[in-house]
């Protein structure tokens, strides 16, 4: 999109929010990057350049914008909707892979040399992986330093940067300022959180609008015991992160989605939001999406009574591939008690003084070694979630955020059990495929139906033909058609959500 001058021109002049994450406006007279949304009066056309990241901006030679924070913006929605090599550069490079594994681990996840990583996003975004990467410590530590009460080592180190050297020097560079402006300035503006003890409270934006409804709504109806709860108006889960667990509150608002952490080791902050964010799908562009259903007449009443209908996905696609085929032909609240069987016998403790929560999700290795007698599920289903799960356990079948999605698909349809239910609702919630399509799932179908659509999988996958690349979003609004918890917000209490 950057380099279409005159449609960036008129969404600088009209302040346009819709735009923010897509590309950046940088100032040649003033050495600034701005969001397209910047509230300054904008420049003259003649003294605009526009650059397709906030990487780029800084390796220009550019400083972030006070006013406007073009660091705090939501993601590109570019990343979630394509399967290309930089796409799934990026949603790895967010996950902290280059400040795990470095620029070789980061080519070899992708199967590419790393001259080709290095020339297809420089080609593409204007700057390369560590200056990617560099730009997203930026903004870590600009977050830790606003946001909380740790030291500035602390913030350093949390945030990825090997020094406080450099630390100091890339917070000067990026924001002109130093850290301890940026805190005081922090101070002045009352950005800051509430303050919980041993916890770490932001607040993760997103493009609206946002219908939380079926959002937290699917996660917490279809939460596991000890795993995820409901609690304070937040859904709450543990997270398995590199460097250790955590714990998440995620609080829906107008404007944002309060995030309150409370990590066992600080290096992992990144991950941690980056996986929050994926997980309710935050860097959506819902204006994009809800466009092109509208464009079916039968769907249009529905995207306008209730727009901005997100994807709830998941933390960790091995534990959702798990949880997938436990839930196949039972109910929700019978997938809901095996899963939570397997918790109690598997899953690691942890502790929660602010809630519910006990046990990690067990890990396909922890998994591995489960007695297939033991698991109250006829036999077929049984085999199916064992060669699931040695699969996942020795590596042949990798699933996360930066699989290639036909080739992933091509793999689960190979294992025995894998019907095309099972693979999509994988691809839709696990590995993000905004295109992912049930059409044989009992609730699409039933809602097809109510509307005068196609109800047969095959009619109504021509019908839907017209709905993509979002018919995964088509999914969401078909199935709120239904009055079930998922489709709600959740109420005070949720009964049996933790143990």
């Known amino acids: 999109m ?8 008129r969404a600088v002049q009209s302040k346009d929010a819709r735009f923010d994450g897509w590309f950046f406006t940088a100032v040649r007279t003033t050495g600034i990057y701005c969001r397209p949304s910047c509230p300054a009066v904008p420049p003259k056309v003649e003294n605009m350049t526009f650059l397709p990241s906030a990487a780029a901006c800084q390796q220009a030679g550019y400083r972030a914008c006070k006013r406007c924070r073009p660091d705090t913006s939501p993601g ?13 550069a990026m949603r790895l490079i967010q996950d902290g892979v280059v400040d795990r594994e470095g620029v070789p681990g980061l080519a070899t996840r992708l199967g590419y040399s790393t001259r080709q990583v290095e020339r297809q996003l420089n080609a593409e975004l204007g700057a390369g992986p560590l200056a990617l990467a560099r730009a997203q410590r930026a903004q870590t530590a600009r977050l830790l330093i606003e946001t909380s009460e740790l030291p500035m080592g602390d913030v ?12 100091n020097e890339t917070v000067r560079e990026v924001f002109a ?12 503006a009352g950005r800051r959180e509430p303050r919980i003890p041993g916890t770490i409270s932001l607040r993760l934006p997103y493009r609206a609008p946002l219908n939380p409804d079926n959002l937290f709504g699917h996660l917490v109806a279809t939460a596991v015991p000890g795993v995820e709860e409901w609690r304070d108006g937040a859904y709450r889960r543990t997270l398995r992160l590199p460097h250790g667990s955590g714990v998440v509150a995620l609080t829906p608002g107008p404007d944002h ?5 409370a990590l066992t080791d600080l290096r992992d902050l990144t991950i941690a939001i980056s996986r929050c964010r994926w997980m309710l799908d935050l860097d959506a562009d819902p204006e994009a999406v809800d466009d092109q259903l509208r464009t079916d007449p039968l769907l249009a009443p529905l995207v306008d009574k209730a727009p901005g209908r997100r994807v709830p996905r998941t933390v960790d696609a091995a534990e959702f591939a798990v949880r997938a085929v436990i839930g196949q032909q ?13 918790v109690t016998a598997y899953g690691e403790p942890v502790e929660d003084p ?9 890990s396909p290795e922890a998994l591995a070694g489960l007695d297939p007698e033991a698991l109250s599920m006829p036999r077929s289903r049984r085999t199916t979630l064992t060669t699931l799960i040695t699969a996942l356990a020795d590596g042949s079948l990798p699933l996360g955020i930066d699989s290639d999605w036909e080739a992933a698909r091509a793999r689960l349809n190979a294992l025995p059990g894998f019907g095309p239910w099972t693979t999509e609702i994988i691809a839709m919630r696990a590995l993000g495929d905004p295109d992912a399509f049930l059409p044989s799932d009992l609730g699409v179908r039933k809602a097809a139906r109510g509307l005068g659509l196609p109800s047969t999988p095959a009619a109504l996958t021509a019908r839907a033909a017209a709905w993509r690349p979002w018919r995964a979003y088509a999914v969401q609004y078909l199935w709120a058609t239904d009055d079930h918890p998922i489709n709600r917000m959740p109420a005070e209490p949720v009964e049996g959500a933790a143990s």
């Open 2 to 9: 950057y380099t279409d001058t005159d449609r960036c021109v």
């Open 156 to 167: 350093a180190f949390a945030a990825g940067f090997s020094s406080i050297r450099n630390f």
């Open 177 to 188: 300022l130093t850290p301890g402006e940026l805190r005081a300035r922090a101070a002045r």
């Open 257 to 261: 989605i309060g995030c309150r952490l």
């Open 354 to 362: 602010q809630g519910g929560l006990t046990r990690l999700f067990p």
């Open 330 to 342: 039972v109910s929700t609240a019978a997938a809901r008690t095996h899963a939570g069987r397997l």
């Open 76 to 88: 590109s929605p570019e990343w979630n909707a394509r399967a290309d090599a930089v796409a799934r």
